[in-house]
């Protein structure tokens, strides 16, 4: 019944990342070389995403780990999965360059409640897969809304001056875009 | 900016975007910090955020970027804190006094065995700050040298000082190397998996008694369109299948399309991986997990939702035998 690339594979037996964090607070650099060979592909790959550009990419891709490296504890168990928490810190960080902001001050409070577990690779490739296929069938107004607010960084006025829709249609756009995806991934 | 005591459910997105303006942003972090059901929704839509982020195009960094950042943490060593103390067997005495006391406010026993040890520091520990601390104060007192020549002071310091720079210095660079072979293993790890399966692949393609089927579609050919076609090889005796397809059209959302396995033996089809085609039209299934020894007479392909199905559900989208 499962299949390697497309099937619902779930394979375990991988470190925790709990118990990985556990020994990077404890200054164990191999384990934090386990963690950049999980995580890195993702965090950059949003970042580059972002900024459009590999050095930038690069300069927040070590900003995240070092951020991890120094401060672990940033992370707690009950804020989900760590891969996705990298994931929506290396966004933010990166809008942030983007933007040319200060780190946002509460750039590493992201509590995120998400069912999949992106240390296991295949269950990321599926869930891949999945999000862009529902992404693709989305109304095109709601999936450029949601890239540009996502992706670019863009506030609701700035989307609304692009496409001239008024300021709530935008919000609804966006908001509307993630209930799909969160509907769909849930079947 | 709040309703009913509530951030909107628009401004809750665009506060999980960090992209309220900042005063704005502020009173919502404030409310977010004592209101569940607005943090709650938050954890949600970030978890959403987190499955949007994984549609842009994965890419590996250049493995520079992982040599500066892992230099870079060899360049920031941390404090290293004292590992989990392991219980160790130790038979604690108390001295007669102590123990009179003890025996009144605790029922703990005096002999400790390794089971119910608690560490010995904790054990010290906790009888340093729990139990008559100034009394200990007091003990400890006439032991201490009154008179201690100031240059052996510090040249004992100065010889713990080199001590432990040397002993830093070599665990650092042990933990170099450790951090290296891990990541070498990993990457042989992932290498030699991908072999094996590989090769589990040609076996089965090439294998002198594989099935070969070619899968047609069923549907009426339109003029001028090129109609789904698949490819299984499959090994009975090994439980192995591979199988590909091509000009498939895109399964509707919520749909997923599942390949079944018609046992010779007229039992019920047997599912046999769902998949979903790229942009052109292509899919594939590899090696799914089948149970040795069913001899096939055919694969076919059905759509069914996400998640797929126990039993195929008609119309059967592609068929061979």
Redesign the interface.
């Known amino acids: ?8 594979v779930i394979h375990g037996g991988t470190t925790q990342d709990g118990q990985l964090l556990d020994r990077v ?6 384990a ?3 963690l ?2 999980r995580y ?3 965090v ?3 970042a ?2 972002v900024l459009r550009d ?1 050095a930038s ?2 300069d927040v ?2 900003d995240v ?2 951020g991890v ?2 401060r672990p504890e940033s992370f707690i168990s009950a804020r ?2 760590l ?2 928490w990298l ?2 810190v ?3 960080r990166s ?1 942030d360059m983007l933007r040319r902001k200060r780190p ?1 001050l ?2 590493e ?8 577990d ?1 240390a296991d690779e295949a269950e ?1 490739n599926i ?3 999945r ?5 693709m ?1 989305l109304p095109l107004e709601q999936r450029k809304t ?1 890239e540009m ?3 670019d ?4 006025s700035e989307i609304a001056e692009i496409t001239g829709d008024p300021l ?1 249609t935008v ?2 756009r ?2 509307n875009a ?2 799909s ?2 509907k ?2 849930e ?1 | 900016m709040t309703i009913g005591n509530h951030i909107p459910e628009d401004d809750l997105v665009l506060f999980a975007l960090q992209l309220l303006p900042e005063d704005r942003m502020r009173q919502a972090t404030i409310h977010v910090e004592t209101c569940e059901t607005c943090r709650s929704e938050i954890a949600k839509l970030q978890g959403d955020l987190v499955a949007y982020s994984m549609t842009a195009d994965i890419v590996a960094p250049p493995p520079e970027a992982r040599e500066r950042v892992l230099r870079q943490v060899a360049k920031e060593p941390k404090p290293v804190l004292p590992p989990d103390p392991e219980p160790v067997p130790v038979a604690v005495v108390d001295p007669p006094e102590r123990t009179d006391r003890l025996r009144r406010s605790t029922d703990r026993p005096e002999r400790v065995d390794r089971t119910s040890a608690e560490p010995v520091f904790a054990t010290r520990q906790r009888r340093g700050f729990q139990v008559e601390a100034a009394e200990e104060d007091e003990r400890e007192k006439p032991r201490r040298p009154s008179r201690v020549p100031w240059v052996l002071a510090w040249t004992g310091w100065a010889v713990a000082a080199g001590c432990s720079f040397v002993a830093g210095l070599q665990f650092h660079q042990r933990q170099q190397i450790q951090s290296t072979i891990a990541a070498q293993q990993a990457k042989l790890d992932d290498v030699t998996k991908q072999s094996a399966h590989a090769q589990d692949i040609l076996a089965t393609l090439t294998a002198a008694n594989a099935m070969q089927v070619t899968l047609h579609s069923t549907a009426d050919v339109k003029p001028g369109t090129q109609t789904a076609t698949a490819m299984a090889a499959y090994l009975a005796d090994k439980g192995a299948l591979v199988f590909i397809a091509t000009h498939l059209d895109p399964a509707p959302i919520g749909k997923t399309y599942e390949l079944w396995l018609m046992p010779a033996d007229g039992r019920n089809p047997m599912p046999a991986g769902m998949f979903k085609p790229d942009a052109q039209g292509r899919a594939r299934v590899m090696m799914p997990q089948l149970p040795t020894g069913i001899d096939a007479k055919g694969f076919g392909v059905t759509m069914e939702n996400e998640g797929g199905a126990d039993v195929p559900t008609l119309p059967v989208l592609l068929a061979g035998t």
Do not use: C
């Open positions: 019944m499962n299949s390697r690339v497309e099937g619902p607070r404890r200054g164990d650099e191999q934090m070389a386990v950049y060979e890195s592909k993702i950059y790959s949003v580059l995403r590999s990419a690069e891709l070590q780990f070092l490296w120094r989900g999965s891969g996705g994931a929506v290396a966004r933010n809008i946002s509460q750039v409070e992201v509590y995120l409640a998400s069912p999949f992106l990321r869930l891949m897969q999000a862009r296929a529902v992404i069938h949601l607010a996502y992706f960084g863009l506030t609701h709530g919000k609804t966006i908001r993630l209930l995806l969160r769909e991934l079947t």
